[in-house]
């Protein structure tokens, strides 16, 4: 089993940043796990943000979706079982609890269906 904690969430302007943080615990978590972020705004279906897989030895890709390119940077600290998400430049549409989720072999880090673990999620809220 692997559990997942999100922190960092909270209310900003439009225009402002936040940085969340997901921990991940659990006896078979390993550095090669996909992590991902997603968000659900009220009403809507669960939505890819983030995701950084592993490529082999050192190597990780990031991957976003097209609404969060260039605003939102993910990254992850293995030493510390954390990935993180710097999110800039906010806007009221990126209003929304955010998941994070974890998986052991993601095919297709995009789709919700291949992650094994979720967090219990973080309220980020952007005024006008």
């Known amino acids: 089993q692997v559990q997942l904690v999100e922190s960092g969430g909270g209310l900003v302007q439009a225009g402002g940043s936040l940085r969340l943080s997901c921990a991940a615990s659990?006896?078979?978590?390993?550095?090669?796990?996909?992590m991902a972020w997603f968000r659900q705004a009220p009403g809507k279906e669960r939505m890819f943000v983030a995701a950084t897989s592993w490529s082999g030895g050192s190597v990780y890709y990031a991957h976003y979706a097209d609404s969060v390119k260039g605003r939102f940077a993910i990254s992850r600290d293995n030493a510390k079982n954390s990935v993180y998400l710097r999110m800039n430049s906010l806007k009221p549409e990126d209003t929304a609890v955010y998941y994070c989720?974890?998986?052991?072999?993601?095919?297709?880090?995009?789709?919700?269906?291949?992650?094994?673990?979720w967090g219990q999620g973080t309220q980020v809220t952007v005024s006008a």
């Open positions: 989720a974890a998986s052991a072999g993601a095919a297709a880090v995009s789709k919700f269906e291949e992650y094994d673990y």
């Open positions: 659990g006896r078979t978590f390993s550095s090669s796990y996909a």
